[in-house]
């Protein structure tokens, strides 16, 4: 899962990309040309939340999400193990209520449908894409990976396979 979420997290990082591009396009188009978009802001909002969802568990997967370790370290090494244990607990117990949230709200802004066919949850306005279900799905995806990867951690320091 980790493996994974590295890849995922990697290519997640060029929408960080894609969002700098539309950001430039709308500052040149407002200010160069007196033509403002009205949908960079948008786009730039989701794609931004995409990378978000996304990169959770990157950062836990390379070991670099935020971690406050003053009080563990006073620790004998058996003590910091079962904190471990516990923090990764905690994180499972977390991340599968978000997970299970995040899903109803993804299934119910993705799977809509009416005379016409599909109908997803569209933006509020111009230029009317399904960017909220976009983000939805993302975030319940996002978490779900997250959920993996902790949850295979935890089992491999449970087994002592890890620190």
């Known amino acids: 899962m980790e493996r994974l979420a590295l890849v995922v997290g990697r290519a997640a990082a060029w929408i960080f990309l894609a969002a700098v591009v539309v950001t430039v396009w709308e500052v040149g188009a407002r200010y160069l040309f007196d033509r403002p978009t009205n949908w960079a802001h948008e786009t730039t909002t989701t794609l931004c939340a995409i990378g978000f969802a996304l990169g959770g568990a990157y950062a836990f997967a390379r070991n670099e999400h935020i971690r406050i370790t003053v009080v563990r370290d006073r620790f004998r090494p058996s003590a910091r193990r079962a904190l471990e244990i516990l923090s990764l607990l905690l994180g499972v117990i977390y991340l599968a209520g978000l997970g299970y949230a995040a899903w109803g709200q993804a299934s119910e802004a993705a799977w809509r449908f009416d005379a016409t066919g599909w109908a997803p949850e569209l933006t509020p306005g111009p230029p009317n894409w399904p960017l ?32």
Do not use: M, S
Request: net charge positive.
């Open 132 to 163: 909220p279900t976009i983000v939805r799905v993302a975030l319940a995806a996002g978490t779900l990976l997250f959920l993996a990867a902790v949850a295979q951690r935890l089992v491999a320091v449970i087994r002592g396979r890890a620190e």
